[in-house]
């Protein structure tokens, strides 16, 4: 398993920007696609955006599209969310995640059920 931690995320004004890591200890990050998550207030953790182990393939949900970048820096076990041009309905506790395999390479996933590593999750909340 990956042990995951992200940090950052608070605080931001609609139009504005956000930038936030996840860091991850553990077996060898670079097997791994990871991905980010999010829970509004209310409702069901959503998929937002993944990215494959060799840091190629990137998928993101179509509300996110254009706004949001992922990105991976395997040297150091890191993985980032990049998010722009923020909407209050961006509000949501966002969490990132491994996925359960480890195939490495240009795999990806966006269901939840092929992630097996969790963070605690990172507050984000946009102001209009």
């Known amino acids: 398993q990956v042990q995951l931690l992200e940090s950052g995320g608070g605080l931001g004004q609609a139009g504005g920007s956000l930038r936030f890591p996840c860091a991850a200890t553990?077996?060898?990050?670079?097997?791994?696609?990871m991905a980010w998550f999010r829970q509004a207030p209310m409702k069901e953790r959503e998929f937002v955006a993944v990215?494959?182990?060799?840091?190629?393939?990137?998928h993101y949900t179509d509300s996110v599209k254009g706004r949001f970048t992922i990105s991976r820096d395997n040297a150091k076990n890191t993985v980032y969310l990049q998010m722009n041009s923020l909407k209050p309905e961006d509000t949501a506790v966002y969490y990132c995640?491994?996925?359960?395999?480890?195939?490495?390479?240009?795999?990806?996933?966006?269901?939840?059920?092929?992630?097996?590593?969790w963070g605690q999750g990172t507050q984000v909340t946009v102001s209009s």
């Open positions: 995640a491994a996925d359960k395999y480890g195939h490495g390479g240009y795999y990806y996933y966006s269901d939840n059920s092929n992630f097996g590593s």
């Open positions: 990215v494959s182990a060799n840091g190629i393939n990137t």
């Open positions: 553990g077996r060898t990050f670079s097997r791994y696609s």
